[in-house]
């Protein structure tokens, strides 16, 4: 049996690399895509992700979700709000990576973390832990830093970790699987996003048709871009504690960094060092702060169970073992992008 579970955990730890490693050098993809333009591509990318899903979903014959939604009025405006706030996102990256912005686009993912936590404070009442607040409070310095530093705000990095962060709490209340909510969520932007490439083509400025098959392809691969990372990703998640997987999502914005840097050769002065060592310190005290309150509580229930005595409170024990501290609000550990830049 614990054989069984190494292997198992292997398994997850994987496909948890492959995900994030995916989502890390996509990058490398979006200029393939040229001259297609941003907008283009998100409409490609919202097309054939669909189709793509749909084909998964036909395979393993699960549509009972879809009928369930559809009598669910207020899940399926939530599920509207992801679907808008998503294409927000996947339409600023793409036009960040195309536009030689990649190292300010990776600054995107690296605070989403801490703009989900200011999030839970403003909108969620909850409360922080000492060492959060410090954490949030050098993130805010380093984005004043950058902001001196690139003499504008980095609107591109704070779009995308707002939109992300809005989407990730959307998607918490609407609790749907990733497979499902990627199939919910395309096929609302299926009729926008066809009738803006028909419109395309019409004027002839489409260039599906106009550069070639190998062109064609590489539109179409976009739906397997997408989705391929969220099938691994969803192998991770049900095999690796969470924690593990929290550690983990910092793979694809260290990897993009790297990319804008050393493959883009994007410029870095100085004072954008600071403002991203900022970052890197407000993600290590995060960091530090969950692994050590998932220490104390996989002590405390060891402890529980060595005395024999039953853990009290049901389903906070539950989220004990999980690494969650009770009592204590916001998240215990780094919670792991749900989905793909």
Avoid at 252 to 264: E, K, M, S, T
Wanted: with cysteine; glycine share 10%.
């Amino acid at each position: 049996m614990a054989g069984t579970s190494r292997g198992e955990q292997r398994i997850g730890l994987l496909n948890g690399f492959a995900a994030y490693g995916m989502w890390g050098l996509v990058p490398l993809f979006w200029p393939l895509l040229k001259p297609a333009g941003a907008v283009e591509i998100l409409a490609h990318r919202m097309v054939w992700s669909l189709a793509l899903v749909a084909v998964a979903l036909l395979c393993i014959r699960r549509w009972a979700w879809a009928g369930e939604l559809l009598r669910q009025p207020r899940k399926l405006a939530l599920i509207t709000v992801a679907a808008a706030v998503i294409t927000v996102n996947w339409g600023v990256y793409i036009w960040a990576v195309n536009s030689g912005h990649v190292v300010e686009a990776s600054l995107g993912y690296f605070i989403n973390p801490l703009v989900t936590i200011a999030m839970g404070v403003l909108l969620l009442k909850e409360r922080l832990r000492p060492l959060q607040w410090v954490a949030v409070g050098v993130g805010f310095a380093a984005v004043v830093v950058l902001t001196v530093g690139y003499g504008r705000p980095p609107w591109i990095s704070l779009v995308l970790a707002f939109s992300f962060a809005t989407y990730g709490l959307v998607k918490k209340k609407v609790n749907l699987g990733g497979v499902e909510s990627l199939a919910a969520e395309t096929a609302i932007q299926f009729l926008p996003a066809l009738g803006y490439l028909l419109w395309l083509s019409a004027q002839g400025n489409s260039t599906f048709t106009s550069e070639g098959p190998g062109h064609a392809a590489l539109l179409a691969a976009t739906g397997l871009v997408t989705a391929l990372p969220l099938v691994c990703f969803g192998a991770a998640a049900i095999r690796v504690p969470l924690s593990t997987l929290g550690l983990l999502q910092y793979l694809a914005p260290v990897f993009q960094f790297l990319l804008g840097i050393l493959y883009f050769h994007e410029a870095m002065p100085p004072e954008r060092w600071a403002g991203f060592a900022l970052v890197w310190l407000a993600l290590a005290l995060l960091t530090w702060n969950a692994l050590r309150t998932a220490h104390r509580s996989a002590r405390a229930l060891r402890a529980h169970r060595i005395g024999a005595t039953p853990p009290k409170g049901g389903a906070g024990a539950a989220r004990t073992a999980r690494g969650a501290a009770p009592g204590a609000s916001g998240p215990a550990e780094p919670e792991p992008l749900d989905t793909r830049p």
